[in-house]
């Protein structure tokens, strides 16, 4: 069983739709979680950066964290065409001595279709 | 700025070639990783570096070496080539303990025949 655990997809949606994604996850320890954008041949993005429970929105995008559930989810609002990319959640234990080694989901692929 | 980059941006080897990955990042990271990624995957930590002329091992280390010479650079050898080792390696760099925002490069496409 994989660590982090993310649909593939991929998730198409028309333009002005909310997207929500999300990722589950069966490591207590952690306690950062990040959202990651990746266009197609590109390198990732950091998109959204969470530490513990909770939300936190930025512009169109909202993240979420259920630490007692081990589940965390991404929105996003008003969806363009500009954000069909695939989305990697990454989680950290932080373990500052061996550095931030992230472990990331698959990553969903989404299609915004104008 | 350039922020990381990578070097090749692809290449096609034969089994048993050996070759190198070199990263670059002109952000003054102490942090460096390669990872590589396959389909379904996500992202697989293969080495770290936590400063110059430091190495660590992260999740799948088997086939590669790295050093970190300066600390602006981290490359990624590998000393005989697999056609399992067929992927897109990407690096990236970070401030430090304590900031967990990573920052990656382009990628290289790697295919092994």
């Known amino acids: 069983q994989k660590e982090v655990e993310q649909d593939p997809g991929p998730l198409s949606v028309p333009e002005g739709a909310i997207v929500s994604l999300n990722c589950t996850y069966s490591?207590?320890?952690?306690?950062?979680f990040m959202w990651y954008r990746q266009y197609s041949r590109k390198g990732p993005e950091l998109l959204m950066y969470?530490?513990?429970?909770g939300n936190k929105e930025d512009g169109r995008f909202t993240a979420q964290v259920d630490k007692s559930s081990k589940y965390i989810s991404l929105f996003i609002r008003d969806s363009q065409p500009s954000d069909s990319a695939t989305y990697l959640c990454?989680?950290?234990?932080?373990?500052?001595?061996?550095?931030?080694?992230?472990?990331f989901g698959g990553g969903t692929r989404v299609l915004v279709k104008p | 700025n350039a922020g990381v980059t990578q070097t090749p941006k692809f290449r096609v080897l034969k089994t048993g070639q050996s070759m190198t990955l070199l990263c670059a990042q002109d952000?003054?990271?102490?942090?460096m990783y390669w990872y590589r990624q396959d389909p379904g995957m996500g992202l697989r930590l293969i080495h770290y570096?936590?400063?110059?002329?430091?190495?660590a091992k992260g999740e799948v280390p088997d086939g590669y070496n790295v050093s970190r010479l300066k600390k602006q650079n981290f490359l990624l050898g590998l000393e005989s080539a697999a056609p399992s080792q067929t992927s897109v390696y990407f690096c990236?760099?970070?401030?430090?303990?304590?900031?967990?925002?990573?920052?990656f490069g382009p990628g290289t496409r790697l295919l092994v025949l």
């Open positions: 990236a760099s970070s401030y430090g303990s304590g900031q967990e925002t990573q920052y």
């Open positions: 490591n207590s320890a952690f306690q950062y």
């Open positions: 969470t530490y513990s429970s």
């Open positions: 990454a989680m950290s234990e932080r373990v500052p001595a061996a550095g931030n080694k992230l472990t």
């Open positions: 952000m003054n990271h102490e942090y």
């Open positions: 570096s936590v400063g110059e002329g430091t190495t």
